[in-house]
């Protein structure tokens, strides 16, 4: 059987080892640290979608969760701090210093707890980076401790995972908007992006011909590069760094929570030693390992034997005619189809939320809410957040496309009672903890300024105002 596990190891990735696992722990922490700070208030006991009711309807629909028994905040805590005790100790390299059971143990108990908590998170969770993670999470559980040699199945596991990550976000363009067709896309994209960051406003104001160069070089990246990955070394490393640096482009461009720094931590499992010790020749990479123990072995061919097994029907997906975007075909989110943004937005629409202490008429004094990542005051510089998700404002940005699944009545009447909780997700509240008497939701349509409009007034965007959501409102008896 030795032969068999020599066919198995490849000696030469110790270092992409070394940053998948602790990128891919790293992404847990930062997630595990976002349940923490938003769970409660969106979801909890007292949040807008309180996941002890979703149990009650969705019952074993919900799928796989620690929770099954019963929710309360008090429990997400204990899961989410045990999350990011165990994801540190895989950052600093704890477990991975011990026997190859260690860090599978470490990584499999949080991808558990993680999946607890999206089996339960509904739309706040709906997200392809959420099945990412966990999948991510699943496959580097098997990719050994320091002790051995890293496991070739779970390197070329990993690369069929960024495989069906690019391939399929770039079918589901080529398939979606006809901007992505005619090179247009980028056009509008920087600028109606859910949410983006300082650069996003320098990026929208490049040459269109520049745009039609990024969009092509994404085609490239996506819909040819992602099959060099199976090629031989040194072009399945090539491919690779051509992905890191078009992720790192998006890094700059946007914020998309994990999903770009989440895909360049995998692309390097693709990337051999041979680089590194290209770049510094007196660099000294790797060292004698132990034998691989053949439980182990078996262990890995087992669970990457399921994992190729379940990747079927994403694999079906890629080339069929009404190809799924972020869809998953299991309870565990594993072999997930993914892609993003096949549809593009023109024009950038905000809903912005105000309240008065006065009672309603021409001489009502409105104020604004402030929230921490999307669009709102025009003379705020958009902020970087991610890798770190502000989930409820991405889903402002849905609400202004017209999506909006049952949670923005309870938001607006969280405001109304001035809820610690729920202003606790917000920027700013105008009423400094104070319950407003009445409260409404208009739209406005967003755009970068000019670079002149820029210099005239200072502002970063130019909004119009188009129209009423919610007309006032109040909980007071009697207001009006």
Do not use: C
């Not at 700013?428 to 409260?439: E, L």
């Amino acid at each position: 059987m030795d032969w068999v596990g020599e066919a198995l190891t490849a000696e030469g990735y110790e270092v992409g080892r070394q940053i998948v696992q602790r990128g891919v722990a790293a992404v847990y922490l930062v997630a595990f640290v976002s349940a923490l700070n938003q769970f409660p208030a969106l979801l909890g006991e007292k949040g807008l979608l309180p996941v002890p009711e979703y149990l009650e309807r969705a019952g074993r629909r919900a799928g796989p969760t620690l929770f099954r028994r019963g929710y309360t905040d008090r429990r997400l805590r204990a899961v989410g701090w045990t999350g990011v005790v165990v994801s540190a100790a895989l950052v600093l390299g704890g477990p991975q210093a011990g026997p190859p059971w260690l860090p599978l143990v470490a990584f499999l108990l949080i991808w558990w707890l993680y999946t607890s908590i999206v089996n339960v998170g509904q739309v706040f969770y709906g997200f392809g980076w959420e099945s990412l993670l966990l999948e991510a999470g699943f496959i580097v559980a098997f990719v050994g401790s320091d002790e051995v040699a890293p496991p070739f199945l779970v390197l070329l596991m990993l690369r069929w995972l960024v495989f069906r990550l690019e391939f399929g976000a770039g079918m589901i363009k080529m398939r979606g908007d006809r901007s992505w067709r005619d090179l247009t896309a980028l056009n509008y994209h920087h600028e109606t992006q859910p949410m983006p960051n300082p650069a996003s406003r320098f990026f929208h104001l490049l040459p269109k011909p520049l745009h039609r160069v990024e969009v092509a070089g994404n085609h490239v990246t996506q819909l040819l590069v992602p099959w060099l990955l199976f090629a031989p070394q040194p072009v399945a490393g090539f491919a690779a760094l051509v992905m890191i640096l078009t992720q790192g482009w998006l890094v700059l461009s946007g914020n998309f929570a994990w999903l770009n720094v989440l895909t360049i931590i995998l692309a390097f499992a693709a990337v051999p030693d041979s680089f590194y010790s290209a770049l510094v020749p007196a660099l000294s990479l790797g060292g004698a390992y132990a034998p691989t123990p053949p439980w182990f072995t078996g262990v890995v061919v087992l669970a990457m034997l399921l994992l190729a097994y379940l990747s079927w029907p994403s694999l079906l997906n890629l080339f069929a005619r009404h190809q799924l975007m972020n869809a998953g075909f299991n309870r565990w989110h594993l072999g997930n189809a993914y892609g993003a943004f096949g549809s593009i937005t023109k024009v950038r629409y905000e809903v912005v939320i105000e309240g008065t202490l006065d009672d309603v008429g021409p001489g009502a004094q409105w104020r604004e809410y402030g929230f921490k990542g999307k669009p709102g005051d025009p003379a705020r510089r958009p902020r970087q957040f991610a890798p770190y998700h502000l989930r409820l404002d991405w889903m402002m940005w849905f609400l202004a496309l017209g999506s909006e699944r049952g949670w923005f009545t309870p938001l607006l009447v969280k405001l109304l009672q001035a809820d610690p909780q729920t202003l606790g997700l917000l920027r700013d509240d105008p009423f400094d903890g104070a319950p407003p008497r009445y409260i409404r939701a208009r739209v406005f349509i967003y755009r970068f300024s000019t670079r002149q409009e820029k210099r005239d007034t200072g502002l970063w965007w130019i909004r119009e105002p188009q129209g009423v959501l919610v007309h006032p409102a109040s909980l007071r008896a009697g207001a009006r």
